[in-house]
């Protein structure tokens, strides 16, 4: 099973997963991306502030970028 990995850029900031997931295709790679996007937002809701907004960069086991979701799309998906 290929191995997913889910990089957070909000502004300048970076949060790197250096562990990933292992998930059956990109498809599913994207949900997950959708769900860490909006837990993070939940998270910053719950403690009082506004989320803020950036991207969630889905990359393959050899670093390449193979899709990317925005916070915001996020909410809607």
């Known amino acids: 099973m290929p191995k997913f990995f889910f ?3 909000i502004g300048d900031e ?3 997963d250096h562990e990933g997931d292992e998930l ?3 498809r599913e790679a994207r949900r997950e ?3 860490d ?3 993070l937002m939940g ?4 403690q009082g502030n506004m989320p803020k907004l950036g991207v ?3 990359c393959d086991e050899n670093g390449r970028k193979v899709d990317q979701i925005s916070y915001i799309d996020a909410l809607f998906a």
Do not use: S
Request: a neutral charge; hydrophobic letters at 45%.
């Open 56 to 58: 969630v960069e889905i």
């Open 33 to 35: 991306a959708i769900h």
């Open 43 to 46: 998270d910053q809701l719950l």
């Open 37 to 39: 996007a909006r837990h």
């Open 14 to 16: 970076r949060m790197y």
């Open 7 to 9: 990089h957070h850029r």
């Open 24 to 26: 059956l295709d990109v």
